[in-house]
């Protein structure tokens, strides 16, 4: 038992041999690696070997996206490019506000503001 705890410690490390790595998976379905110590090694193993038996078919080893999904993606992508545009397209026309407002505001100080009655005496003459 001792070599296939070397196997498991190797197997674990990145570097077991693929000799080592069946011998070791022999080992695990025979009666004597079936004691619980070796438990996680099996879930470990078997995990990693049903995703190399997935990603070795023709249907996992390329990644399909249905087409909704590519028109959801570009149709998501030009939801987000036309609100960002509508921001930028709002900043700058409120910065165009408040400059027109700035500008009115020093051409119409207190000072220079017409006094009501003065208006209201020459509309009535």
């Known amino acids: 038992m001792k070599t296939f705890d070397e196997h498991i ?42 995703g190399k038996a997935l990603y070795a078919t023709e249907g996992y080893s390329k990644k399909i996206v249905p087409a909704r999904f590519r028109f959801a993606r570009v149709a998501a992508a ?30 119409l100080d207190d000072n220079s503001r017409p006094d009501i009655t003065e208006g209201l005496g020459q509309m009535f003459k």
């Open 9 to 50: 410690t190797r197997y674990f490390e990145g570097l077991a041999s693929p000799e080592e790595e069946r011998e070791l998976k022999d080992f695990l379905v025979s009666p004597e690696g079936q004691d619980p110590a070796y438990d996680e090694v099996r879930a470990v193993m078997g995990f990693f070997a049903t």
């Open 78 to 107: 030009a939801a987000v490019a036309a609100l960002l545009i509508g921001i930028g397209i709002d900043a700058h026309r409120n910065a165009e506000i408040h400059e027109m407002k700035n500008t009115l505001a020093e051409l």
